[in-house]
């Protein structure tokens, strides 16, 4: 199986707003960060290789980040 063959969420938002401040800027959805560690970590990469590969890789974008990035 691989991630999101299956709908729903991986990693519900709920799960880590005790870690995000209420006020500021808002940013991206704790699941979805959260998602790009597990494929960085399986990917191997560093942090800078796993930014760029979330803007170029149509995989990461589209199969686990669903609507856009940006």
Aim: hydrophobic letters at 45%; one cysteine or more; proline letters at 4%.
């Amino acid at each position: 199986m691989q991630v999101r063959d299956e709908p729903g969420e991986l990693f519900a938002d709920a799960e880590f707003a005790a870690a995000f401040a209420a006020e500021g800027k808002p940013g991206w959805s704790p699941g979805r960060l959260a998602l790009i560690k597990v494929l960085q970590r399986a990917e191997n990469l560093t942090d800078r290789q796993a930014a760029e590969t979330v803007r170029a890789d149509l995989s990461w974008e589209g199969g686990c980040l669903g609507a856009g990035v940006g």
